[in-house]
């Protein structure tokens, strides 16, 4: 159990690097780093398409990956 539970913890770290990576940065140049995520916290820009796609991949990974380290620890 506990390897199988290691194999999927692998696999869904690796799958959130990738997805991660393959998104689009919301804030470019120094007017981005000034302003850091005030555009995204306010809700100025709405993701579209892939983006909104991959957005809601990473946070279905992201939750899989803290429940599996759960998991992993409990056993």
Known sequence: MHALLMT???IVS???IVVVLLQSGKSAGL???ISGGAEQLFGKQK???????????????SVLFFVL????VKI
Do not use: K
Not at 47 to 61: C, E, F, N, P, W
Not at 69 to 72: D, E, G, L, N, R
């Open 69 to 72: 380290a759960i998991a992993i």
């Open 47 to 61: 993701a579209r398409g892939l983006d909104l796609v991959l957005q809601r991949v990473t946070i279905v990974l």
């Open 31 to 33: 007017s981005g780093a």
């Open 8 to 10: 999927l913890l692998v």
């Open 14 to 16: 690796l799958s959130l």
